[in-house]
């Protein structure tokens, strides 16, 4: 039997976070991940990406990785423009407005990942166990057990970060409660006849919104937002007429498309946990809520989880207390839960907002005013830019780009 004090179920973004912080932070981690990310390539551009917020850029910079992940590739973009198709309103937001050099970075997932995990190898206190999954889950009153390939580990908590489909999260019996979309996200890397400029492109229409993101150098990142015919009809098409499909919805400054080099979709819905935590367990990231991606907060979402859950750990170590007690972990909840509802709600109001409906002046009407409203008034531009780089609400030291030294 190995014996730690964390054991962390996924390696993904938020679990190596999740592990790379309570490593920092001198608390023993035994991190299971069932696929090892494959190697950095400087030719190829991977197809999922994330706007990293100025939230998750400082947690990553807390923990040594962000320097990793800048000298692999990062777009940042200082400028972020949103309109729609039906109207003249739009709105612009720029970081000068709150005095920021940028208001996010487009970074490869696996990126990301490579980043935390070139941290966690040089950490002695962290074993990482890759291939490694949940054959099961025991948990006791003084420890929780989990098998894994015929090696047992234990440990005084175990964090699940194992993904929309946490198979800890169904171990632990924890329901959650969501909505399947009626909506596909098409995403694609497309090489473009211009250098990419500092800027992200989103456009609402009656079908769903459509992203241009640029990536480094002649990339951009696209994503559409349609029904699941009609992406699979798009995922027919001849390249040729797929790029001219996707220029023909965008400004025409934004250069013509060259080539497509990656092209996938994905189902959509928003889920989200009923209970955090459990005896000895905690849900971090998308095991414990997923969001529609329209604003880009997914996984910044799951990066505060994972800052807060390691300030209750560290708090309760430094008190020479049991950091798989109840007492630490509801506070995790109590702090996390309610601002992941609201978030879940308002990414849901602006998808219900955009969509086809009965009241289609009214609504239409709402939209310009909120639009016209977040462009022009500049206190609420400004608080729009900061809850989208994750600056407003009570934030984890991580956040604050300082480990948390435990009270
Ligand atoms: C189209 C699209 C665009 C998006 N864009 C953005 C964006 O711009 N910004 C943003 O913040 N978010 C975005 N998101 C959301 C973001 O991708 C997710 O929130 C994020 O990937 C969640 O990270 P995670 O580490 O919690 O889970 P995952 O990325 O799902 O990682 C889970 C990890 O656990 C491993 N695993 C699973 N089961 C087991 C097991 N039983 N045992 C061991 N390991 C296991 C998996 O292999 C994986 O490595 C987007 C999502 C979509 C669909």
């Not at 027919?236 to 013509?256: I, K």
Request: with cysteine; net charge negative.
């Amino acid at each position: 039997m190995v014996s730690t004090d964390v054991i962390v179920v996924g390696g993904g973004m938020v679990g190596a976070l999740t592990a790379a912080a309570l490593g920092a932070c001198g608390i023993d981690v035994v991190l299971l991940e069932k696929t090892a990310p494959a190697p950095f390539d400087a030719e190829v551009h991977d197809l999922r990406v994330s706007a990293v917020s100025e939230a998750s850029e400082r947690m990553l910079e807390a923990v040594g990785a962000w320097d990793g992940i800048r000298q692999m590739r990062l777009c940042p973009y200082r400028r972020m423009l949103v309109w729609e198709s039906q109207s003249t309103a739009q709105t612009l937001f720029d970081s000068s407005t709150i005095g920021l050099p940028h208001l996010g970075h487009i970074v490869e997932n696996r990126v990301i990942q490579l980043g935390l995990w070139q941290q966690l190898q040089e950490m002695d206190n962290v074993t990482m166990v890759c291939p490694g999954q949940v054959d099961s889950l025991q948990i006791e009153t003084e420890r929780v057990v989990i098998s894994s390939g015929g090696q047992e580990y234990s440990a005084a908590l175990v964090v699940a970060a194992d993904g929309a489909n946490s198979a800890v999260r169904s171990m632990a019996n924890i329901d959650v409660e969501g909505e399947t979309y009626n909506q596909h996200a098409l995403v694609a890397t497309v090489a473009t006849d211009e250098p990419q400029q500092d800027i992200t492109w989103q456009r609402f229409t009656p079908n769903g919104p459509q992203a241009f993101l640029p990536l480094s150098g002649h990339r951009a990142s696209m994503v559409w937002y349609e029904s699941g015919e009609t992406i699979a009809m798009l995922k027919q098409l001849p390249d040729d007429e797929f790029l001219r499909a996707m220029e023909s919805s965008f400004p025409e400054r934004l250069g013509g498309l060259r080539s497509l080099e990656g092209l996938g979709s994905f189902p959509l819905k928003w889920q989200h946990a009923n209970d955090y935590v459990g005896p000895r367990l905690a849900l971090v990231g998308d095991a414990a809520h997923s969001v529609h991606p329209l604003a880009g907060q997914g996984v910044n979402m799951g990066m505060l989880d994972a800052a807060a859950l390691v300030e209750c750990i560290v708090d309760q170590h430094a008190k020479g207390g049991d950091i798989g007690s109840s007492r630490g972990l509801r506070r995790y909840e109590r702090w996390r839960r309610p601002q992941n509802n609201v978030m879940i709600r308002m990414l849901d109001g602006i998808h219900q907002a955009f969509q086809p409906q009965s009241h289609a002046v009214v609504i239409s009407t709402l939209r310009g005013f909120a639009l016209r409203g977040a462009d022009k008034i500049r206190p609420l531009n400004a608080l729009c830019i900061k809850l989208a780089m994750g600056l407003e609400g009570d934030l984890p030291q991580l956040a604050r780009g300082r480990l948390p030294a435990g009270v």
